[in-house]
C-alpha cells in the first residue's frame, strides 16, 4: 500500500480479554514506532524497531504489553488481560531508516480500542 | 515533567484572525518538528527546523526555531476553518540506540467560520 496501514480500525473488547493490533510500514521502510494517544491527549512513545529489533521496551506502559515485527515488516502489538485504561488510539508509524538521517515518519490512521 | 511544553493547550478563534503557538523546553535539541493531527488520523509532518533562529514558511504558516533550539512558535495568519487540529511539536532523540520522536502534549485550535 500506498501508506502505513493499521488493523483492525476499531475494537471493542472486554475487560480482560487479549487483543492484537497490527501494522503493515510502507513497503521498504526500517523503522517502525508504536504510540499510544489518549483522547484528547498528545502521544505516548511505546516502542521501535529497527528491522525486527527492538533496543528499547521501556515506554510499554506494563508487561501485558508486548510487540513484535518479523521479516522487517509487519508488527503486531499484543496486549493481554485488557483494562479499561488501555482504551486508547495505538498509533504506529515507519521511516526508511532512523529518523535522525532526516528520513520522514509516516503514521498510520490507528486502531482505536475500546475497553468495556 | 514533559519534555516539550506547548502552549496554548486549546484555542479557539474565529476565522480569519492570526494566532501563535508555542513549544518549549529547558533542553537543546539539533532539530523540531511540527505535525498537525485531523480527528480520525494520524499525525503528518508539516515542517522540520534545524537552525536556531530559523524561519520556514508553509503558506499561511510561519514555524520559528529559537536562536538557542530550545523553543520553537508556530504562527498561522489569517486563520481559517480549514487550520482547525491538533498541532504537535515533536524531537527525535537517541536514548540506549532507540530512538524516540517524543511529542508535546499538543494545542487543540479550532477556527470557526
Known amino acids: 500500500g500506498a501508506g502505513v496501514s493499521q488493523s483492525p480500525s476499531n475494537k471493542v473488547t472486554e475487560k480482560g480479554k487479549d487483543v492484537e493490533l497490527r501494522c503493515d510500514p510502507i513497503s521498504g521502510h526500517t523503522a517502525l514506532y508504536w504510540y499510544r494517544q489518549s483522547l484528547g491527549q498528545g502521544l505516548e512513545f511505546l516502542i521501535y524497531f529497527q528491522g525486527n529489533s527492538a533496543p528499547d521496551k521501556s515506554g510499554l506502559p506494563s508487561d501485558r504489553f508486548s510487540a513484535e515485527r518479523t521479516g522487517g515488516s509487519v508488527s503486531t502489538l499484543t496486549i493481554q488481560r485488557t483494562q479499561q485504561e488501555d482504551s486508547a488510539v495505538y498509533l504506529c508509524?515507519?521511516?526508511?531508516?532512523?529518523?535522525?538521517?532526516?528520513?520522514?515518519?509516516?503514521f498510520g490512521e490507528g486502531s482505536w480500542l475500546t475497553v468495556v | 515533567t514533559q519534555l516539550l511544553e506547548q502552549s496554548p493547550q486549546f484555542l479557539s478563534i474565529q476565522e480569519g484572525e492570526n494566532l501563535t503557538v508555542y513549544c518549549n523546553s529547558s533542553s537543546v535539541f539539533s532539530s523540531l518538528q511540527w505535525y498537525r493531527q485531523e480527528p480520525g488520523e494520524g499525525p503528518v509532518l508539516l515542517v522540520t527546523v534545524v537552525t536556531g533562529g530559523e524561519v520556514k514558511k508553509l503558506k499561511r504558516l510561519t514555524f520559528q526555531f529559537g536562536d538557542a533550539r530550545k523553543d520553537s512558535s508556530l504562527h498561522i495568519t489569517a486563520a481559517q476553518p480549514g487550520d482547525t487540529g491538533l498541532y504537535l511539536c515533536?524531537?527525535?532523540?537517541?536514548?540506549?540506540?532507540?530512538?524516540?520522536?517524543?511529542f508535546g502534549q499538543g494545542t487543540r485550535l479550532t477556527i470557526n467560520p
Open positions: 508509524a515507519s521511516s526508511l531508516a532512523g529518523g535522525n538521517s532526516g528520513n520522514t515518519i509516516y
Open positions: 515533536a524531537v527525535l532523540i537517541l536514548i540506549q540506540g532507540a530512538q524516540k520522536l517524543v
